[in-house]
Nanobody, 123 residues
């Protein structure tokens, strides 16, 4: 079993920054992907970014150049640095862990999920 706990959400003005953290516990591997998804009201959960092994990363086109995913394997923690935030980034952000190798950009590719943290960007 793997437990994921997110933190760092909040309210920020457009153009501002936030950093989300996700601490994992249980049977995890530093080589398996950990990622971020988000879900806005009335919309499906969508991929944001994922990180695997020592340096593998993948981003959604909508956040490239603005968001950065990073991972501290010693702390079993993944981060999402979000800069130049826009109102359309408003959503609940979820951390996810995939219990196998090979990265995925779809929600069904991940086996464990955190409870989510709200990010609200005001215009």
């Amino acid at each position: 079993q793997v437990q994921l706990v997110e933190s760092g959400g909040g309210l920020v003005q457009a153009g501002g920054s936030l950093r989300l953290s996700c601490a994992a516990s249980g049977r995890t591997s530093s080589t398996y992907p950990m990622g971020w998804f988000r879900q806005a009201p009335g919309k499906e959960r969508e991929f944001v970014a994922t990180s695997w092994s020592s340096s593998g990363t993948q981003y959604a086109d909508s956040v490239k150049g603005r968001f950065t995913i990073s991972r501290d394997n010693a702390k079993n923690t993944v981060y999402l640095q979000m800069n130049s935030l826009k109102p359309e980034d408003t959503a609940i952000y979820y951390c996810a862990y995939r219990g196998s190798s090979g990265y995925s950009t779809v929600a069904r590719g991940y086996d464990y999920w955190g409870q989510g943290t709200q990010v609200t960007v005001s215009s």
